[in-house]
Each structure stands twice: as C-alpha cells, then as structure tokens.
C-alpha cells in the first residue's frame, strides 16, 4: 500500500516532461479515405518497440487514469473519432522534469501519438460529444507472456484523495 500524499508538498508545474514525445500523425488524403502512419521503427528508440497493440473505445465524458506504469511505456495514438483531453504528470523522482505538467488536447482536430515512459502518471477523457476511439501500441505485453504475471499499473483513480486531476 502506498502512503498518502500531503498535497501542499505535491506540486506540479506547468512543462515538457522528459522523455514524453507528441507527434503529428499526419492524414494522406484521396478519393478513397485516408491514411496515416502511427509509428516507425526509424522513429522510436528499441527501448520502446510495441510488443501488443490495442483499440479502445470511450463514450462521451469518460476519462481512463489516472495510473501508471512501473515498466511499461504507452504509445497512444488520437487520430479520432471524437476529441479527448490527456493530462500527464512526471511522478520519476530522477528525471529532470520531477512534478511537471503536461495537458495535451488531441484527436480528430489535433492529431497526434504521445509517447508516455514509465513512470509518467496520464490520465485522458472524451471530451467530444462522440464515442472517441484510442490506439496504443505498449512495449510490454499485458499481464506478460500468456497473461502470466501481474497487471503493471499504479490505478491512482482508485484513490478518491488522489493528486493526479485531470481538471486542476
């Protein structure tokens, strides 16, 4: 069990977060649709090479997280449909953006990937009036090989007095 936090010495400040790279996903337009590339190995460092890759979908207003990873990093992609807003929060007590902020708005007006390290408390909701659909391509099998090990995930919303606001 973790101790409670004393919110008067937890504070965030508005930054990058080391490590957190937002991209572009760019959208190939013709007669037939679109395209987009979601990532490249020439991209990414091997360290964050997806082992899994999976789609989720959010009705309008629900937000997933806050929570955390003590190995996995996320590679989310926002391409649409629907908008969400993505809160992140450098909770690495050895990065050199300790307690940072970072508020993203992305999806269908704003596309983008975010690659989250572990360690980096996020959180997102649908803040569209649309279901809202999510692409992520972890480094880490869920669970390990054939679901084998435990869940790699600090659930911070489980925590009614939580730190981590998506909204503050």
């Known amino acids: ?3 409670k936090l004393d919110m008067s010495t937890e504070i965030f400040k508005r930054g990058m977060i080391q490590g957190v790279a937002v991209r572009d996903l760019r959208k190939h337009v ?5 395209l987009s590339e979601l990532f490249r190995h020439d991209d990414l460092a091997e360290e964050f090479y997806p082992q899994m890759g999976y789609i989720s979908q959010s009705q309008p207003h629900v937000q997933r997280g806050p929570h955390e990873h003590a190995e996995q990093a996320d590679f989310f992609c926002f391409i649409g449909p629907s908008n969400f807003k993505m809160r992140l929060w450098d909770n ?5 953006t300790y307690r940072s902020v970072m508020t993203l708005f992305v999806g269908e007006d704003n ?3 975010i690659l989250v390290p572990k360690g980096v408390v996020h959180a997102y909701r649908n803040i569209g009036h649309g279901v809202g659909i999510v692409i992520n391509f972890p480094n880490r099998l869920f669970m390990g090989t054939n679901r084998s090990e435990e869940i790699d995930e600090i659930r911070h919303e489980d925590d009614p007095e939580t730190i981590f606001k998506i909204d503050e």
């Open 1 to 3: 069990m973790q101790p």
């Open 30 to 34: 013709d007669d037939r649709g679109w």
């Open 92 to 96: 690495r007590a050895d990065s050199e």
């Open 111 to 113: 596309p983008k990937s």
